[in-house]
């Protein structure tokens, strides 16, 4: 099937829901200095699915590093629902920081991949695009922090794709997952957080579009990825 053929009958069948609404950084108190955190990203960055930020991924993650490593989370994101990596590049990087209040990241996560696999993006050329924006990141902001690219999650088994296109897209997920993996094993300082196995069951992950997750689904994801970043933290 064409790609834009597919891309048009996947996104028809997904129904649109708004982004997280509110504010788009926070703080979660603890011990100073805060560790500051900055999330660029696709849909699942934005929130879609949840009603806030502090109830989606950027936010749950905050929450979860709080409670495991007792510091403060300075938090803020910088995302767009339907965004590339090629696009986030192109339209984001500035949301990587405040110049007014002088607010520069410790460390970026990356959320991308899910809309690169539903236009069936090679993986070859979207290992590329991922290198060209980690780069960019560094470049902006000017020194090697630590970048953490979150893995692609089991879209294949989302109820809103039409039967004949779960298992074509979660095969091309995988494929574009384990490019993150690459870039993760050659560039400095970047690492890959894959998915796993998450302790809640897809139906009541899912936000009312079975597709993007639930604040249920977020704050699963987000304490599971906090782990891995304080672990990635602690050995850094």
């Not at 980690?134 to 690219?149: A, E, M």
Request: charged content about 20%.
């Amino acid at each position: 099937m064409n790609p834009r053929t597919l891309a048009r009958r996947v996104g028809g069948r997904i129904p649109r829901l708004p982004e997280a609404a509110g504010e788009d950084g926070g703080l979660v108190p603890g011990a100073e200095p805060a560790l500051r955190m900055v999330m660029l990203g696709d849909s699942a960055a934005a929130g879609v699915g949840a009603a806030t930020h502090g109830e989606a991924l950027c936010g749950q993650i905050a929450a979860g590093l709080g409670a495991l490593t007792g510091r403060a989370v300075s938090w803020r994101v910088a995302a767009r629902s339907g965004a590339t990596t090629r696009s986030i590049r192109a339209t984001l990087l500035p949301g990587l920081t405040d110049p007014h209040l002088r607010w520069h990241p410790d460390l970026v996560l990356v959320v991308t991949g899910a809309n690169d696999a539903l236009r069936l993006r090679r993986p070859a050329a979207f290992g590329r695009d991922v290198t060209a924006l980690v780069r960019s990141i560094r470049h902006r902001l000017g020194r090697d922090v630590p970048v953490l690219l979150v893995g692609l999650p089991p879209v294949h088994r989302f109820p809103s794709l039409p039967l004949s296109a779960r298992l074509p897209i979660g095969g091309y997920a995988r494929l574009l997952d384990r490019r993150l993996g690459r870039v993760a094993r050659t560039e400095p300082a970047v690492h890959h957080l894959p998915v796993g196995a998450l302790p809640i069951g897809i139906e009541a992950g899912l936000a009312a579009d079975r597709f993007h997750p639930s604040a249920a689904g977020y704050r699963a994801w987000g304490r599971a990825l906090a782990a891995a970043v304080a672990t990635v933290l602690e050995t850094a």
